[in-house]
T-cell receptor, first 111, second 115 residues
Framework: DAKTTQPTSMDCAEGRAANLPCNHS???????VYWYRQIHSQGPQYIIH???NNETNEMASLIITEDRKSSTLILPHATLRDTAVYYC????????????FGKGITLSVRP | EPEVTQTPSHQVTQMGQEVILRCVPI?????FYWYRQILGQKVEFLVS????????KSEIFDDQFSVERPDGSNFTLKIRSTKLEDSAMYFC?????????????FGPGTRLTVT
C-alpha cells in the first residue's frame, strides 16, 4: 500500500471548518483514499473514502486532487467532539485488504 | 445502527495464561479482522478472515495467536500463552461484501493487560 504523509497536529475553532491535508504521492490507480478517526482510545471510526472524485457524506467532505497525489478532509463545522486523531489511509480496493494506519494528525477543536 | 461489539472491555491476565477475546461482527458482514494498538503507538493489523479461513496475517500474528468463528455470530482471537508485550487494545472489525470499497467497521476494543 502507498504511504501517506500528514502533519502531526492542527487545531481549529469550534464552528469553523477543519481542513486536514494528506499527501499520497505514490498512490496507485487501484488504491482508494480512506479517512478514519480515533477518539481517545476508542475503535477507529470510518469517515469517508474516495477514488478520484470528490465525495461528501453527513460527516465530512473529501477533496482529491486531479493527480490523486494529495487530498483534504473537510469537517465543515467542527465541534469539540471532533477532537481526535485522523488517519488518511490509501488501500488497494478489495474485500480483504488490510488498513495500514500511520500516526495520523491530531485535531484539537478549541471552544 | 448496527455495531461491532467486543467482550470483555478489559481483561487482566497473568503472563503465560491463555486469553480469548470475543467479537460479534455486524450481522450481514462477511469479512473480519483483528487489529491491536499498544499504548501510545499505531494501530497494527493482525489478521483478516473470510469464509472460515485466514486471508492474511501480519508478522505479529505468530503461532501464539489463533482466530475462530465458532458459530454464526462470534469471531474470537485466542492468545495461547500471553506475554507482557501482548498488553494492548485489541480491536475487531468487519466489512460487508456488497460494497466495492469494503470499509471496515471497528468495535470499541478490549484492553488486555498482562501482568
Amino acid at each position: 500500500d502507498a504511504k501517506t504523509t500528514q502533519p502531526t497536529s492542527m487545531d481549529c475553532a469550534e464552528g469553523r471548518a477543519a481542513n486536514l491535508p494528506c499527501n499520497h504521492s505514490t498512490i496507485s490507480g487501484n488504491e482508494y483514499v480512506y479517512w478514519y478517526r480515533q477518539i481517545h482510545s476508542q475503535g477507529p471510526q470510518y469517515i469517508i473514502h474516495g477514488l478520484k472524485n470528490n465525495e461528501t457524506n453527513e460527516m465530512a467532505s473529501l477533496i482529491i486532487t486531479e493527480d490523486r497525489k494529495s487530498s483534504t478532509l473537510i469537517l465543515p463545522h467542527a465541534t469539540l467532539r471532533d477532537t481526535a486523531v485522523y488517519y488518511c489511509i490509501v488501500r488497494v480496493a478489495g474485500a480483504n485488504s488490510k488498513l495500514t494506519f500511520g500516526k495520523g494528525i491530531t485535531l484539537s477543536v478549541r471552544p | 445502527e448496527p455495531e461491532v461489539t467486543q467482550t470483555p472491555s478489559h481483561q487482566v491476565t497473568q503472563m503465560g495464561q491463555e486469553v480469548i477475546l470475543r467479537c460479534v461482527p455486524i450481522s450481514n458482514h462477511l469479512y473480519f479482522y483483528w487489529y491491536r494498538q499498544i499504548l501510545g503507538q499505531k494501530v497494527e493489523f493482525l489478521v483478516s478472515f473470510y469464509n472460515n479461513e485466514i486471508s492474511e496475517k501480519s508478522e505479529i500474528f505468530d503461532d501464539q495467536f489463533s482466530v475462530e468463528r465458532p458459530d454464526g455470530s462470534n469471531f474470537t482471537l485466542k492468545i495461547r500463552s500471553t506475554k507482557l508485550e501482548d498488553s494492548a487494545m485489541y480491536f475487531c472489525a468487519s466489512s460487508p461484501q456488497a460494497k466495492s470499497s469494503y470499509e471496515q467497521y471497528f468495535g470499541p476494543g478490549t484492553r488486555l493487560t498482562v501482568t
